[in-house]
């Protein structure tokens, strides 16, 4: 089979969480670019009418849907909207995320619950409603979580943000094998550093500039480099894949110094 036929998404029906931003806004794009109908999710209306126009400006369908992502019921109106305008959702792209900063021995207990919510919680319950909607409806499909390096191993200042992505390492797992049989895959991405809203002020001053120097291809990421991953978990290509945690971070994660 031809690449392009391999990886298309012609015909799928796609959702992303956290659209309005960053590497969401990616996602959706490189979703939309290869044929999948998408549902951008996220609290920032806005930012989601704007890519849904520069969406539907190349040919591609998509809608906007305000939802926050701790919410149940928005959950279920955004999945109701997506199937009411292209048909049941196949690919979840469970991306919402927050980060945070300070020592754990500071930490108050509203805010390990506000970021292990919106990045562990909420990850599980859109995954749980995507596969729910998936067998009722008996379609395949393609759960995919965003992780990150920081689920897999630790850096000072990131113990909720760090409990949550190994948690969805975990989950990620866990439902792969419950719904392999079934013909839903789940898979995560762990990406290094991007720069993005969540980040930059932090990344753009000298600890970035000490991370940079830390990271093997000695750069960032960029915007598209997690499109490969993200097409191969999503299309045709990687149908025998799940379970997985891709890894996309320039080399950072594998590396001890010394
Ligand atoms: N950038 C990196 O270096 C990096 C590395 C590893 C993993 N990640 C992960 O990648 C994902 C995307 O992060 P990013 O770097 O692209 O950050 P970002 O630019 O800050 O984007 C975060 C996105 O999540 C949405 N979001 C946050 N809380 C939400 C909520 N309660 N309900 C709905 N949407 C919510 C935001 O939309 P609204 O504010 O409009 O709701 C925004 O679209 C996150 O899961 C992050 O942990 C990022």
Redesign the pocket.
């Known amino acids: 089979m031809k690449a392009a036929d391999m990886f298309s998404l012609k015909g799928r029906v796609a959702l992303v969480?956290?659209?309005?931003?960053?590497?969401?806004?990616?996602f959706a794009r490189a979703l939309a670019d290869n044929g999948a109908a998408v549902a951008l999710?996220?609290?920032?209306p806005e930012?989601?009418k704007a890519l849904k126009a520069e969406i539907e400006g190349k040919g591609g369908k998509a809608i906007a849907v305000e939802?926050?992502?701790?919410?149940r019921a928005a959950m279920t109106r955004a999945f109701d909207a997506a199937e009411k305008a292209f048909g049941t959702v196949t690919i979840l792209v469970?991306?919402?995320?927050?980060?945070h900063g300070g020592r754990a021995v500071e930490m108050a207990p509203e805010e390990w619950r506000n970021v292990l919510s919106?990045?562990l919680d909420?990850v599980f319950f859109w995954a749980q409603e995507a596969a729910r909607r998936i067998l009722a409806a008996n379609k395949q499909g393609a759960i995919v979580n965003?992780?990150?390096?920081?689920g897999l191993a630790v850096s000072k200042g990131a113990v909720a943000?760090a409990a949550a992505?190994a948690g969805v390492v975990q989950v990620t797992k866990a439902l792969a094998v419950e719904l392999a049989f079934k013909g839903v895959r789940v898979n995560a991405i762990?990406?290094?550093?991007?720069?993005?809203?969540?980040?930059e002020e932090y990344?753009m001053g000298e600890v970035g500039t000490a991370i940079k120097r830390e990271i093997p291809m000695g750069r960032?990421?960029k915007p598209g480099d997690l499109d490969g991953a993200l097409l191969l978990l999503t299309s045709d290509a990687g149908s025998y894949i799940t379970g997985a945690t891709i890894v996309v971070d320039g080399g950072q994660v594998i590396q001890i110094k010394g």
């Open positions: 969480t956290g659209a309005s931003s960053g590497l969401g806004t990616q999710v996220a609290r920032r930012r989601l939802a926050d992502v701790t919410d469970n991306n919402a995320g927050i980060a919106t990045n909420a965003i992780a990150s390096v920081l943000y992505k762990a990406p290094g550093w991007f720069v993005t809203e969540m980040n990344l960032f990421g």
